[in-house]
């Protein structure tokens, strides 16, 4: 137990007697997560934390669904509504102006982060950069300083210090292997009000943040050509991370919109992203590094990597700034309406829309330039072309072993195969922008832009990409096992493209907007078929290794939405479920591609003159026999 003025911490070594399940039934589910636990003694750290709240809670901000802060939601049966109204309040420190009549101020306590004394020292400056890097944001609020970095005070003249201390926010940095960092932070259920936040920075941090910038620009950076890092330049990829984590503990979500409102050429001008203060409008979303930046487009080094946008600006502005004639939150609401719609006309303020998921392409994470995401992947791709012959002489070093190779060979497959999703949702997506009573939210996207997509990824995604078969490179990675690499990403992509959800979207666009307007369900489930059998229309017939497995892997999901396979008992013991099969619409459509597929390949047999081919087609139709007939 460890006791501070406003908090009091408390770990308990907690051990639970896992009985065994009675025949027939599923194994106890473990009160400290989702999975079962075997039958015996299990023992877990807890930790407990019981924070003080304030006194008098601070009057609380309604909030919107058009600006993107975390809530805390309420049930207010005194509202005049005929019914019970949920009021959602976003969370925020108590930011109030030391001189509230003037336009900029300092405030009467700004927000302080402490930088954790276990942070390695020659770091320390950029995590207090990442932190201050907010100031700006603030003071569209109207706030100067409103946010600022502190380090931790030496034990000889506070001894009594501790980042445990709910008085203190603290940029925390751990000893682990986990590639991440968090920031999350406390609030007062009441009003949202946001105590203490720790932010949690992993020491592993480093090495996702090399496998990515090396794979994302490393053709575009210089400092990038030889690995490691140098320290320069990590403490700045350290620095973007605080910042994001730092973003979330103000309150603010991620905003996976934002890098779909520039356009793609706009962010390969140097004097744009100066002026827009880099390639996205937001720290928050998760659009790392400008991978469609050209080597000819000269992007200095500083506009690769994210920074605080105006959409950051704007939504601090929109969450802390001081409304003086407004007493209760409801009096707030016609200002912060007025102010929200304001990405009417600047959709660069856009937050991600309410109901929207993986339907708006320009929601998907990880994501440069999605405003033409095959615009941008196409450009992606170059620089992962470009990469290939860059990675021995960046990651092979004579006395050290090819685990960097290794890890680094197997990132660059998979950016390729991430670049390649951002297109494949776009067939069956919508655009999107959240409104509050003032028009459409979702409008599907043009039929010709559906159909570019598909074309694009039949022609690099699910065409071999001999330039990531290279075997000066695999033969020092293992002596097998490359092609699985590619076949694993193109299935990732496939089943993507091939979701359910996506072939109803269009079921029902086909009826709402008709079959000249819309992307026929039947013409997108042939498109899809031709180009990954596409050989079938060849005079003399062969089908790679790569190929045959992405075949394959097309039967095997199509197979899957007419009957999905069981669940093991295994993975029932854990709590797995059966999926269920497509509806009705999905099914048939599948069994119709398949039945339509068993033709080809019959006639397509002949034609091949490569004995595995043949058997590869043999094999395909017995598939989709079983798949057609599961009883026979």
Known sequence: VASFPTNVEVRATVTINVPQSPAGQTQQRSPFGPAALPPGAASVLMHYSMVELPVEPMMPRVADDRVGFFTVSQLDFSRPEHRSERRRYITRYKLEKRNPNAAMSEPVEPIVYWVDPATPEWLVPYVKAGIEQW??????AGFTNGIVARDAPDPSVDP????????YSVIRWLPSTTENAVGPHVHDPRSGQIIEADVQMYHNIMNLQRSWYWTQVGAVDPRARTLPLPDSLMGELVQYVVAH???HTLGLQHNMKASSTYPVDSIRSVSFLRRMNGHTPTLMDYSRFNYVAQPEDSIPPELLIPQIGPYDKFAIMWGYSPIPAAFTPDAELPTLD???????TASYLRFSTRGAGSADPGSITEAVGDHDAVYATELGLRNIKRLVPMLLPAAEKPGESYETVTELYGRLVGQWGTELRHVAVIPGGVETQERYGTGQRFTPLPRERQQRAV???????????DYLLQADILRRISPDGATSRVSSAQSNVLNLLLADDRIQRLVEFELIEGPRDAYPVTTFLGDVRNGIFSELRAGTITVDPVRRQLQRNYVAAMARKISPPPVSAAAAAFGQTAPTPGSNDVRALARGELITLDEQLRTAIGRTNQRVTRLHFQDLRKEIEKALFPGS
Do not use: I
Not at 160 to 167: G, I, L
């Open 135 to 140: 100031q700006p944001a603030f003071e569209a």
């Open 160 to 167: 009594d210090w501790s980042p445990e201390d709910a008085r």
């Open 245 to 247: 984590e730092v973003g």
């Open 338 to 344: 007025r102010w929200a719609r304001m990405q009417d």
């Open 455 to 465: 074309r694009f990824l039949q022609e690099n995604a699910f065409t071999t990409p």
